[in-house]
């Protein structure tokens, strides 16, 4: 497989946020993901590059401006007396004003931002971001751990550049925000991979397909508990390639978030570190310009095994890799079997009853063959 030239941001300082004691997302599974990459050698082989800090402006291009005002100066003791006076900018627990909250966004989103710059001025094929792939933030409004939407500022400097870009996302969660700001384009499709059904954040059914210019150029596919590597693939891939030969994306932006690996703290599906990755490899075999971002994942250990595998498969070493981790600072977290892997459980897959996920791939086909000329 041939080589591609590969970007990676990161920022030493990602790991030292926290959301806040028995908070589910931890910044800290970004510094360990660096620290397994780092173990296996991979920093050598690609382009290391701390990303400058998205500005409050650049954030503007598409938050409010009183949104941004409120997050770039609220504080864990300031939040209640703030968000008083008729603004509700963060609501319930999901989202607190943790210590640092406006740098965290800032490192997230000045990642996806340069990554985007990185790809298009075209000194790299590949361009990483751990730290990004926040889907849910909103124009005026945080949610689900979401605060600034570093994947809707990446595409909108993509969108500088590039008349189309695609915008697929394999976290168990739809990635609502990201569709909503594109949901009137056609310059954008978005693809969303997800569990539908009792499940944050609600949206993301197959009849929610864009509007006005747009109609057509949202894609969802809707998923039950408990899907499998085969049965995932069986829905990715078929429509990823149709989505590729009718819209001929000029750059293709990937959230890897981590929550659909099996055994995840909040996810409910039961795909393993291959099948996650297999999407990176699909995708990277196309050779259109790529981003990858990262998003959930809560059982840390596995989010850190596949993103750096995920590393590995930008750079096409994935063969070559020690399937024996490494030795490294957090090696005892990886016991007992201490192997870059994620294996399958023996949950059941309520997507292949009554032929359920064949509907939904023919649907999602049928849909994309009306973009046909
Ligand atoms: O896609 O379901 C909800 C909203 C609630 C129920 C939970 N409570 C705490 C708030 C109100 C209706 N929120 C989801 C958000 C999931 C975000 C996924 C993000 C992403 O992976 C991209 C990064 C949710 N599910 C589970 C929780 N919230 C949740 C469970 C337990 C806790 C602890 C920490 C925090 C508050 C108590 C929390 C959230
Ligand atoms: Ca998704
Ligand atoms: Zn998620």
Same mark, same amino acid.
């Given at each position: 497989?041939?080589?591609?030239?590969?970007?990676?941001?990161?920022?030493?300082?990602?790991?030292?946020?926290?959301?806040?004691?028995?908070?589910?997302?931890?910044?800290?599974?970004? %510094?360990?993901?660096?620290?397994?990459?780092?173990?296996?050698?991979?920093?050598?082989?690609?382009?290391?590059?701390?990303?400058?800090?998205?500005?409050?402006?650049?954030?503007?291009?598409?938050?409010?401006?009183?949104?941004?005002?409120?997050?770039?100066?609220?504080?864990?003791?300031?939040?209640?007396?703030?968000?008083?006076?008729?603004?509700?900018?963060?609501?319930?627990?999901?989202?607190?004003?943790?210590? &640092?909250?406006?740098?965290?966004?800032?490192?997230?989103?000045? @990642?996806?931002?340069?990554?985007?710059?990185?790809?298009?001025?075209?000194?790299?094929?590949?361009? $990483?971001?751990?730290? @990004? !792939?926040?889907?849910?933030? /909103?124009?005026?409004?945080?949610? !689900?751990?979401?605060?600034?939407?570093?994947?809707?500022? @990446?595409?909108?400097?993509?969108?500088?550049?590039?008349?189309?870009?695609?915008?697929?996302?394999?976290?168990?969660?739809? !990635?609502?925000?990201?569709?909503?700001?594109?949901?009137?384009?056609?310059?954008?499709?978005?693809?969303?991979?997800?569990?539908?059904?009792?499940?944050?954040?609600?949206? @993301?059914?197959?009849?929610?397909?864009?509007?006005?210019?747009?109609?057509?150029? %949202?894609?969802?596919?809707?998923?039950?508990?408990?899907?499998?590597?085969? #049965?995932?693939?069986?829905?990715?891939?078929?429509?990823?390639?149709?989505?590729?030969?009718?819209?001929?994306?000029?750059?293709?932006?990937?959230?890897?978030?981590?929550?659909?690996?099996?055994?995840?703290?909040?996810?409910?599906?039961?795909?393993?570190?291959? &099948?996650?990755?297999?999407?990176?490899?699909?995708?990277? /075999?196309?050779?259109?310009?790529?981003?990858?971002?990262?998003?959930?994942?809560?059982?840390?250990?596995?989010?850190?095994?596949?993103?750096?595998?995920?590393?590995?498969?930008?750079?096409?070493?994935?063969?070559?890799?020690?399937?024996?981790?490494?030795?490294?600072?957090?090696?005892?977290?990886?016991?007992?079997?201490?192997?870059?892997?994620?294996?399958?459980?023996?949950?059941?897959?309520?997507?292949?009853?009554? &032929?359920?996920?064949?509907? $939904?791939?023919?649907? #999602?086909?049928?849909?994309?063959?009306?973009?046909?000329?």
């Amino acid at each position: 497989m041939s080589k591609r030239r590969v970007t990676y941001y990161y920022d030493p300082d990602t790991g030292a946020y926290t959301y806040g004691l028995g908070h589910l997302m931890k910044p800290h599974r970004v %510094s360990v993901t660096h620290e397994l990459v780092n173990a296996y050698d991979m920093l050598g082989q690609m382009h290391v590059l701390k990303p400058r800090r998205a500005t409050p402006e650049s954030m503007t291009a598409f938050h409010t401006d009183e949104y941004i005002h409120f997050l770039n100066r609220v504080t864990p003791e300031t939040v209640e007396e703030m968000t008083g006076h008729g603004s509700r900018f963060l609501v319930g627990d999901d989202n607190p004003a943790f210590e &640092g909250v406006f740098e965290f966004c800032s490192i997230s989103a000045g @990642g996806s931002i340069c990554a985007s710059e990185r790809i298009a001025d075209g000194s790299a094929d590949i361009a $990483i971001n751990w730290a @990004g !792939g926040l889907h849910h933030a /909103k124009k005026r409004e945080a949610s !689900g751990f979401c605060y600034i939407n570093d994947i809707v500022l @990446g595409i909108l400097e993509l969108l500088r550049t590039y008349p189309r870009v695609l915008y697929i996302d394999i976290d168990c969660h739809h !990635g609502d925000g990201v569709e909503e700001a594109f949901y009137t384009t056609d310059r954008v499709m978005t693809c969303s991979f997800h569990k539908f059904g009792e499940y944050f954040p609600g949206t @993301g059914t197959q009849e929610d397909r864009g509007r006005g210019k747009g109609k057509g150029y %949202s894609i969802n596919v809707p998923l039950k508990d408990g899907i499998t590597d085969e #049965a995932f693939q069986s829905v990715f891939d078929p429509i990823i390639a149709k989505i590729l030969e009718v819209y001929r994306p000029s750059a293709v932006v990937l959230q890897c978030g981590a929550d659909s690996l099996a055994g995840d703290r909040l996810g409910c599906f039961n795909i393993t570190m291959e &099948g996650h990755a297999h999407c990176v490899q699909f995708l990277r /075999k196309y050779n259109i310009p790529l981003i990858l971002l990262g998003g959930g994942g809560y059982t840390v250990k596995n989010v850190v095994r596949v993103w750096a595998y995920e590393t590995a498969c930008a750079l096409g070493i994935e063969a070559d890799i020690d399937p024996n981790l490494p030795w490294n600072s957090y090696f005892e977290w990886f016991g007992p079997r201490y192997r870059l892997e994620v294996l399958e459980n023996n949950m059941e897959d309520l997507n292949v009853r009554d &032929g359920l996920l064949d509907k $939904i791939r023919i649907t #999602a086909l049928q849909q994309l063959q009306e973009l046909a000329p």
